[in-house]
């Protein structure tokens, strides 16, 4: 993991501004208490959501972060991405104005330096959220610095001794990095450093085809890079259904992204000032030609340097292990987000964090696995989905009845020219409770939510069908959704008696 100094980049206001936020340069860890109610490891999403929730309800809680307080969501996540992308989206907007009335003879420009002092603005705004300051208010005793266990209750940082009763461990993951010859050597972004970018690569290569490479992917091509993606896989969103990855796939070419896949990569090497990767494609030799490579081929959990097996705490590649209550092996230790989960989310993590707080603390029997977790990838468009994926269902059989509608029967999406997409949802035959959704479409994030909450309620589909929409809106297709079931449950023999029925009342 690099410094603070050299992710904060560049030195201006607005990263001053979120440093003095986030990790302030001058600040004095304070006096330890004798003992804490609650130590929490990391100040990412759920180290904050498990510190705030404990300081709140009175405990004794002591929030400790190696870095920087917001964790990777705030700092090199959802936060920055989010403000590129939608600079990105402004920008594809100007170019396509002419569909919607523009004049295509003027040729509209993008300043990407003030794209990203944009980003680095806004970043720093919400920073304050997240704040030393913020959390010392609520009465958090935050310690930076790097901290380790030594006993099954005690932790340690700078010769500081932190006593508990209760811990959890929130100190998240970073980006993995392939060992491919030659791509140190050569330099490369991640996610962590992307974001300190102040002028626009002319040609970027993309290194993995998951949410975060096409999300970077699609933006860097809309604001001017061209760019290339190379994923060993065979398409691209690998775990989302093949109808999804074949749409954006189509919507990347026609923006002019190169899709290279089952690409296995032999080495990198620098040409001429340029980075240059080798890969082969069955039998062929081929080669691509970039300014700067973007790793995003997986996370790895924070594991090194906690000295875990001094506390008893078991883990493994994967993270932190945990049972289904987020209870460690150490029974007073637990663990909450990317270190133990397999759901890599800001929202589950705060979820997760919700659930160990009130587990550790209060006796609860919360059980991760009752939670309903959607995800987003934010592309455009967006993909939305909750629960149980296409594969999975068909696994199930007839047990599962699937209704996918396109957007293109839908008429905001055709008003708004956005009719690429569709929602599909996945019901069980029997009880008619939804087992998963997707939603492919340009506001699909913002669709999903009523989703999740039908399916956290056990409510039948055809539940949905009463549901009053404002006209028109996307998120009609949802009723739609529940209008399919309802005429699913019209058998033949049923509509041949109605129909003798109304012949009857005629």
Known sequence: MGSINTLLAPDDLYNRELLQNAHPPAWINPQPHEVYNLVVLGAGTAGLVAAAGAATLGARVALVEERLMGGDCLNFGCVPS???IRASRAAYALREACEYGGNPAVEAGFDFPKAMERMRRLRAEISSHDS???F?????KVFLGTAR???RNMVELDGIRLKFKKAIIATGGRPAHP?????AEAGFLTNETVFSLTELPPRLIVLGAGPVGCELAQAFQRLGSQVTIL???SRILPREGPDVSSLLTERFEHEGIRLVVEANIRRVEREDGDTVIHFTRGTSAEKVVGTEILVSVGRVPNTEGLDL????????????RVDDRLRTTNPNIYAAGDICSPFKFTHAAEAMARMALQNALFFGRKKASSLVIPWTTYTDPEVAHVGLTEQEARKRGPQAKTFTLPFTDLDRAILDGETEGFARVHMDAKTKRILGATLVGSHAGESIGELVLAMDQGLRLDALSGVIHPYPTQAEVIKRLGDASMRSRLKPWMRRMLERFFRYRR
């Open 309 to 320: 097996e001094a506390a008893g705490v078991e883990y493994d590649a994967k993270g932190v």
């Open 132 to 134: 030393v300051q913020r």
């Open 179 to 183: 060992n491919i010859p030659g791509l």
């Open 231 to 233: 994923t060993r896989g």
């Open 149 to 151: 266990f030594t006993s």
């Open 136 to 140: 010392t208010s609520l009465g958090v």
């Open 82 to 84: 989010k403000a590129v």
